[in-house]
């Protein structure tokens, strides 16, 4: 089993849609998750941190279930420039273990 | 953004030949990561340092080597490159301790023919 887990997508979704990423782990003790953004041939970007059972901000919810080792991202609203591939990101020691990521297209 | 810079932004090379990799920062962040990312498999952390003349193995750190002379500077050596080191690399910063935030720079793209 890897580390990070997560949907393969791609998803592919028309503006305003409610659109849902999920992302499993291994490491149990770890305490911190992150959501990371990358778009097209760009470096990843942080999009949001998750420290306890969730984290919101504007459109985007983050949630964490550590019983069963899930993360989640929501996106409500969905704009065109939130296409871009999600990266789930759960520390390990001094590593930061990255998930292939879930590819997200908003089409018109 | 982050003050972190790359270069080459893209390298062509032959097998056998070394290559070595520049990420240069102006944030005066303590840790240093070099990572690389092929599809299917995410970033995968080579090395880090944290600090100067500090340096550590990541997952895939064979074949790879670095060194951090300066503060701002983090240098990736492949002694002798082969053609599974085909890959985008990143560089990335974060403070360490408890806030684990990467921020990365824009990637080399390297080919090795």
């Known amino acids: 089993r890897k580390e990070v887990e997560q949907d393969p997508g791609p998803f592919n979704v028309p503006e305003g849609a409610t659109v849902a990423f999920n992302c499993t782990y291994s490491?149990?003790?770890?305490?911190?998750f992150f959501w990371y953004r990358q778009d097209c041939r760009k470096e990843p970007k942080l999009l949001m941190s998750?420290?306890?059972s969730g984290n919101e901000d504007g459109r985007f919810t983050a949630q964490l279930n550590r019983a069963s080792q899930y993360i989640s991202l929501l996106i409500r609203d969905s704009k065109l420039s939130d296409s871009a591939t999600y990266l789930c990101?759960?520390?390990?020691?001094?590593?930061?273990?990255f998930g292939a990521g879930t590819r997200l297209t908003v089409k018109p | 953004d982050a003050g972190i810079t790359q270069s080459p932004r893209h390298k062509v090379t032959e097998t056998g030949t070394p290559v070595t990799l520049r990420c240069h920062q102006t944030?005066?962040?303590?840790?240093m990561y070099w990572y690389r990312q092929d599809p299917g498999h995410g970033l995968r952390l080579i090395h880090y340092?944290?600090?100067?003349?500090?340096?550590d193995k990541g997952e895939v750190s064979d074949g790879y080597s670095v060194s951090r002379s300066k503060t701002e500077d983090f240098l990736l050596t492949l002694e002798s490159a082969t053609s599974s080191q085909t890959s985008v690399y990143f560089c990335?910063?974060?403070?360490?301790?408890?806030?684990?935030?990467?921020?990365f720079g824009s990637g080399t793209q390297l080919s090795v023919l």
């Open positions: 990335a910063i974060s403070w360490g301790g408890d806030d684990e935030k990467l921020f």
């Open positions: 490491n149990s003790a770890s305490q911190s």
């Open positions: 998750v420290y306890s």
């Open positions: 990101v759960v520390p390990n020691n001094n590593d930061m273990r």
């Open positions: 944030e005066n962040h303590r840790y």
């Open positions: 340092s944290y600090g100067v003349k500090d340096t």
